[in-house]
């Protein structure tokens, strides 16, 4: 790419939202897209265990993200067929599998029955299980299980696999990458017009999307005001491995509450288990701890015995990017020609249809559909500070 290089749309950060983002306004017609990133197809999506979950995955006071989850989850499977069509056959990893919540004693039983109860209150697909009919399901679950919550439309997708259709797809469709840093947003007047690298190079863009994770804050040149702070989660992972002749170990997803803790197990068709996810507050820290290893196994092993005996393949640390609000932030800024697509936090796997869909529609006609007006980046800023 030659100094002064100009585009459509410049995208910052290579992550799973940028890239769809990055093929979206490529299928949309902006010719000139550059996305840079020093490690792209890197980004939380590729620690992340991919469930698809909008209803198992929500909390209380969450009904706006709600509706984007689900609008993203039935956008989900015609978007894994055609990025495998346009990436040359590369699978996504999508999987209509559903997803059980379990709970293993009388209070965490409580607490699911409350969120049943709340599913029923907004009209989502939610159905009861008592403890044998989970491990009629599940075989595999302990027999303490309680009770618990079958939920047929949350399902799966291997962010890994996910994220190198992206970078295929864009290639075919004609996106640039570039294997570099932004080191500052060029801002003149009133109005992002690009950015320049860590190689010296600069690329002035009509818009600029900055989809930047955890980083986007903290990009230099960026004005104060224009979005809050973009706190990094770390998430811990396990992956396992499912011998041949003890497949299927799983069905489905299984989500679950282990005195007071979050779990989840995803089993994937190959043979894989990932099994996830701690939630710590450490800043910028992506170690892998023997603390966050042993909690994993220990809950794991409490609800599913068998799970000590697989092989334990792979541990990886991520993060989550989480806005003020943990919802995301999706659209035009208070700086024109700068457009957010991050802070994502627990869903940026889960958003990324909607997401590229959203932001594709901006960039191609400036208008900003309704179903992202709950997560305009304003929301935290009236102006941008002189």
Known sequence: MAPGTHADVLVIGGGVIGLAVAWRAAQRGLRR?????????????????????????LQYGEEPLLRL??????????????????????????????????????????????????????????????????????????PG??????????????????????????????VAGHRAEAVELLVEGDR????????????????????????????????????????????????????????PFLSRNVRAVVRGRHLYLVPREDGELVIGATSEEQGYDTTVTAGGVYELLRDAHELVPGITELPLVETSAGLRPGSPDNAPLIGPTALPGLVAATGHYRNGVLLTPVTADLVAEYLATGTMPELAGPFSPTRFTTKVPA
């Open 33 to 57: 897209i550059v996305v840079v990133d020093p490690h792209p197809g890197g980004g939380a999506a590729r620690v992340a265990a991919g469930m698809l979950a909008p209803v198992t995955e």
């Open 69 to 142: 989850g689900m609008a993203s989850n039935e956008r989900y499977a015609a978007f894994a067929a055609e990025l495998t069509e346009a990436s040359g056959g590369e699978d996504t990893g999508y999987r209509r599998c559903g997803t059980i919540a379990v709970a293993l004693d009388s209070d965490d039983r409580e607490e699911l029955r409350e969120l049943h109860a709340f599913h029923g209150r907004l009209g989502l697909d939610s159905h009861w299980l008592t403890g044998r009919e989970a491990r009629r399901l599940e075989p595999m679950l302990a």
């Open 145 to 174: 299980v309680r009770g618990g919550l079958h939920v047929t439309d949350d399902h799966q997708v291997d962010g890994r696999r996910l994220l190198t259709a992206l970078l295929r797809a864009g290639e075919a469709a004609g």
């Open 192 to 247: 992002a017009v690009g950015a320049r690298l860590s190689t010296g190079e600069t690329v002035t863009a009509d818009r600029t999307v900055l989809a930047a994770g955890p980083h986007s804050h903290l990009l230099p040149g960026l004005p104060a005001g224009v979005l809050p702070a973009i706190r990094p989660v770390k998430g811990q992972i396990l992956r396992l491995r499912v011998p041949a002749p003890y497949r």
